[in-house]
């Protein structure tokens, strides 16, 4: 099948749709250098800058929460691509300028964690003052953490972290509220159609008009098990029951539930399955203390999305509900 | 018959490790679209963009700086892991001690090994795991392994070129167990890895560039 997108030439898909992002939303963001995405009005620099990095064509993520009470910089890659160690260095250099510290949030991937360990091991020896997290909260990669992918949990922790540095906390203090958040958070993918890779035209994987696939990563990677397509009432259950027992949630707890869509699941059928996770959650007597439905971080047209539970304290959501005034996640 | 390779010489070796890279970028992407996103034949096109224009013959920078910005440079391509850890590996090759201008078999031996050892500091992947190391181990001893043994720069380095081509063949048989792919896990036997792949390409086109040495 021929690629149906509206792009010009492959080779500058990066750079447009950078150039996109920060004509759109020039109150909010702007461009620091090639493929930096910086707030256009910086935070004063006795606070902690949150700088994260990662492949591009998974928009609004990752560059889309940079702005007031979340994100300071992003360092957007190729089109599912993590960025080079150089461009890294560049951003965590200049969010530690003048003294600030940095706090650089990592999505656990291969590409993502070998630049951002380069990049780390540059900018410590330069003496500049950063701290890393390592977010890994899909559970369909193993039970062991390190294995783990980091997929759409990015969001409550940049949101908590990034609360904290707007309220002034140290750099240790956001790193534990970012570690504290990423603990207890775990996320579960589901696909139900391909995406073109926007560069070749090629599909991404391959799955059945009836199939679907639990556990599907972000680029195609194998899940869990491929199985018939199911009703939005089955496959929410199967897989909020699995993120429960994964997490050990117990009746009586708060829940922070993110309902992710990977491209080309429509907003009504994120509604549907939001439902019925609400309808479970009630009657095993958990409580839903905050929620969030939409598209945050997603494959060009894959159909399918990523359901995020996320065990929350008191703290947790003050910070969660904290302003927040980025282009892609606005609380007032 | 030359002891000694200069800048002139390993500007001619990435010369032509462009050339081989950019002359297999199709079947790259091919192997990659198995397992990966069928991309990486077009980080390796951006990789050998850096490689040709790696060396200045006219700058007076010394050999170690050229092997370190060459390194940062293809880090600089944005292209995932791959870059990553080829950008890694020169980079890691001025670690070691080597003359300013040129450098006999055993400091082309010690940098290639100081290059290795940069890369084993980034990732756990060894040998086995279905990556681009099931063909730069073998490759780097090889050609220690060569230079002990008294051989020439010109076959030693062919030495390690065929050490790295039948360690990318041999990763046809394997399955994935790092980075992406290994979520494929079976999906991926019976094709070579694309990254292991990439290094048997490059060092053919270091050995390339000293064949005409080699017959000489």
């Known amino acids: ?332 | 018959m030359n002891e000694r390779i200069g800048k002139a010489e390993i500007a001619h070796m990435f010369a032509e490790a462009a050339k081989s890279l950019r002359s297999q970028h199709e079947r790259l992407s091919e192997l990659d679209s198995v397992a990966g996103d069928g991309d990486h034949g077009t980080t390796m096109l951006r990789v050998a963009e850096q490689l040709e224009h790696a060396v200045d013959p006219s700058s007076s920078k010394n050999l170690q700086s050229i092997l370190r910005d060459t390194g940062w440079s293809v880090m600089g391509v944005d292209g995932g892991a791959s870059s990553a850890i080829l950008g890694t590996f020169f980079a890691g090759m001025a670690d070691a001690v080597m003359g300013e201008d040129s450098m006999d078999g055993h400091e082309l031996a010690a940098a290639f090994e100081a290059g290795l050892r940069a890369v084993s500091r980034q990732t756990k992947a060894q040998p086995g795991d279905k990556t681009m190391m099931d063909a730069l181990v073998p490759a780097v001893n090889a050609l220690r392994l060569a230079d002990s043994a008294s051989k020439t720069i010109p076959d030693a380095v062919e030495e390690a070129a065929s050490a790295a081509r039948s360690g990318a063949g041999s990763t046809k048989d394997l399955v994935a167990r790092y980075g992406r792919s290994k979520f494929l896990g079976e999906k991926t036997r019976g094709y070579p890895d694309p990254g292991a792949t990439s290094i048997a390409l490059l060092f053919s086109g270091f050995s390339a560039a000293l064949a005409t040495e080699r017959k000489s």
């Not at chain 1, 928009?59 to 190729?78: I, K, T, Y």
Request: proline share 5%; glycine share 10%.
């Open chain 1, 1 to 332: 099948m021929r690629m149906k997108k509206f792009i010009n030439d492959p080779k500058h898909l990066v750079e447009e749709l950078l150039d996109g992002l920060v004509l759109a939303f020039p109150e909010k963001v702007r461009l620091a250098g090639g493929n930096i995405v910086a707030r256009t009005v910086p935070k004063s620099s006795d606070k902690v800058r949150l700088v994260t990095l990662g492949g591009s064509g998974h928009e609004p993520g990752l560059s889309g929460f940079v702005g007031e009470g979340m994100l300071d910089c992003s360092v957007a890659g190729g089109i599912f691509a993590a960025p080079g160690a150089p461009g890294c260095i560049e951003a965590i250099r200049s969010a530690c300028a003048g003294g600030s510290s940095a706090l650089l949030i990592v999505l656990n991937h291969a590409g993502d964690v070998l630049s951002a360990n380069i990049t780390m091991e540059a900018a410590l020896r330069e003496g500049c003052k950063v701290k890393m997290v390592l977010t890994h909260e899909d559970i369909s990669s193993g039970p062991n953490p390190e294995e783990r992918r980091g997929l759409v949990g990015f969001l409550p922790v940049y949101k908590v972290a990034g609360a904290a540095a707007e309220q002034g906390a140290s750099l240790d203090a956001c790193l534990e509220i970012a570690l504290r958040m990423e603990r207890n958070m775990r996320t579960l993918a589901v696909a139900v159609r391909t995406a073109t890779h926007p560069s070749t035209g090629q599909p991404i994987f391959e799955l059945g008009d009836d199939e679907m696939e639990i556990g599907m990563g972000q680029h195609g990677e194998a899940g869990t098990g491929r199985g018939k397509l199911k009703t939005a009432d089955e496959t929410a259950e199967i897989m909020l029951n699995m993120l429960l027992d994964d997490l050990c949630v117990t009746a009586g707890e708060d829940l922070l539930v993110i309902l992710n869509g990977a491209g080309a699941t429509t907003l009504m059928e994120l509604l549907i399955l939001f439902r019925r996770v609400a309808h479970i959650l009630k009657a095993r007597k958990i409580r839903l203390v905050r929620s969030a439905v939409g598209e945050f971080i997603t494959t060009q047209e894959q159909a399918g999305f990523q359901l995020l539970i996320a065990r929350m304290d008191p703290e947790l959501v003050k910070l969660w509900d904290a302003p927040a005034n980025t282009p892609f996640f606005v609380k007032p």
